[in-house]
């Protein structure tokens, strides 16, 4: 007992970080419930939807089909626009904004991954607001409202479904910038694992990674942290990777794609960094400048970096890269801080790997030059501010 409360004491040195956690996304989780899109847009009281979707996908599946059906079903009017592109862009952003004043939208719904969704809450703010959308993005404006979002996600990864963020590219500057305003938090999101078998098993590995680095991005932090936070980053790194590899071998396994898709959700609604007093996102912050100019997928730009981000930054957060390492990664060797934080590392690069993701540019099948690497963290300290 008496250790107990000198651990209290000790702890009681560590300050958890007041925080406000703001998750209002209605979550309707499982098989065949798109078919429950129309009540749910009907319960928003909206008249009219915007449809956004991306390239073939939403049709090839039939579940374009499916939606459509149950806006009918529920008395819904609708417009449909297809063509967001990966990495979304401003002059589409734009384009859906036209189109969605015309038709007197009152509610958009994004059926596909982060591309389609980011691109529906930047129309969401358009819509509502008298200048360039691009201010938000450029941080000339902060957003004062927005139209609802709903989502119906096809694709485990961005975790925009739940998050505050919206990531669009300017087409004209290859800028890739995000905004955060919960205004665009989505105010349902229809969730059917089953949606994401026909990804190819390349998008789902990247989608596999881009939920763990939500995770990681929130877990190194410098100062204080809260143990049951840290507990459930590190559960959810450990069954994101069992999941990936599951996955790999077997891409219609239901469980394991409903285990991946709640924890992409999870991973980046700000469950994983509560009660940190920081959070760094070094890794997508340098990753939006690599797909800004190379249009990569965004998960396999964050694993192509982040074993040298981590490589360079663990000293300065020993710790926790050697918390990393034994409680995620699974090191049991002995050996001092430093062995057993590079272990961790490198035991990550090899799970990159193994689900056949990148660790490098040159994997990643970019080969800047000195110049454009120098440009890239120009623009990246812009974006931070720090230019
Ligand atoms: O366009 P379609 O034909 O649908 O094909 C898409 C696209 O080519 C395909 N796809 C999606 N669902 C599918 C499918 N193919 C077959 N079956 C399905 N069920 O997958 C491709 C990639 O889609 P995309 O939406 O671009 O992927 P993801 O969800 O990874 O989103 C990436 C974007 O989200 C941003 C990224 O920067 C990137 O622009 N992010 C957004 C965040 C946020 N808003 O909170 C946070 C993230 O860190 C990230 O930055
Ligand atoms: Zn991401």
């Known amino acids: 007992m008496q250790a107990f409360f000198e651990k209290q004491e000790r702890r009681g040195l560590i300050m958890i970080c007041d925080f406000t956690y703001y998750s209002p996304t209605k979550v309707v989780f499982g098989k065949g419930r798109e078919r429950e899109t129309g009540v749910l847009v009907k319960e928003r009281g909206?008249?009219?939807?915007?449809?956004?979707?991306?390239?073939?996908?939403?049709?090839?599946?039939?579940?374009l089909?499916?939606?459509?059906?149950?806006?009918?079903?529920a008395g819904i009017a609708y417009a449909a626009l297809g063509g967001v592109t990966p990495n979304p862009r401003l002059s589409f952003v734009r384009m859906g904004t036209q189109k969605a004043r015309e038709e007197g939208i009152d509610l958009i719904l994004a059926v596909g991954g982060g591309s389609v969704i980011d691109a529906a809450k930047a129309i969401s703010y358009a819509l509502c607001y008298e200048g360039d959308v691009w201010d938000f993005y450029a941080g000339k404006a902060q957003a004062q409202k927005a139209l609802p979002v709903g989502v119906?996600?096809?694709?485990?990864?961005?975790?925009?479904?739940?998050?505050n963020s919206s990531v669009i590219t300017n087409d004209r500057t290859h800028e890739k910038r995000g905004y955060n305003s919960d205004l665009a938090r989505p105010v349902f999101a229809v969730m059917n694992p089953e949606l994401t078998m026909t990804l190819p098993a390349y998008q789902t590995a990247c989608g596999c990674c881009d939920i763990i680095m939500h995770t990681l991005e929130r877990y190194f932090v410098q100062g204080p942290s809260m143990e049951l936070t840290d507990a459930l980053a590190e559960g959810l790194l450990r069954t994101v990777m069992a999941q990936s590899l599951i996955l790999r071998d077997h891409p219609d396994d239901y469980d394991a794609r409903a285990e991946i898709m709640w924890a992409g959700s999870l991973s980046?609604?700000?469950?994983?960094?509560?009660?940190?007093?920081?959070?760094?996102?070094?890794?997508?912050?340098?990753?939006?400048?690599?797909?800004?100019?190379y249009d990569v997928a965004h998960g396999a730009g964050l694993t192509a970096l982040w074993g040298s981000w981590a490589r360079y930054v663990y000293k300065d957060c020993l710790p926790r890269f050697v918390r990393f390492a034994r409680n995620v990664m699974g090191v049991t060797t002995d050996g001092t801080d430093?062995?057993?934080?590079?272990?961790?590392?490198e035991a990550m690069v090899d799970f990159y790997h193994s689900i056949g993701m990148p660790a490098s540019f040159h994997e990643l099948g970019?080969?800047?030059?000195?110049?454009?690497?120098?440009?890239?963290?120009?623009?990246?300290l812009e974006a931070c501010g720090s230019a």
């Open 46 to 63: 909206a008249q009219k939807v915007l449809i956004l979707y991306g390239g073939k996908s939403a049709q090839k599946s039939g579940l």
């Open 65 to 73: 089909f499916r939606v459509t059906d149950s806006l009918e079903q």
């Open 152 to 163: 119906v996600l096809t694709l485990a990864a961005s975790g925009s479904e739940l998050s």
């Open 268 to 293: 980046h609604n700000d469950l994983t960094g509560l009660g940190h007093c920081a959070r760094d996102f070094a890794t997508h912050r340098l990753e939006h400048e690599v797909s800004g100019l």
């Open 338 to 345: 430093e062995e057993i934080a590079l272990k961790g590392i």
């Open 366 to 380: 970019i080969d800047p030059t000195d110049a454009q690497i120098d440009e890239m963290a120009r623009r990246c």
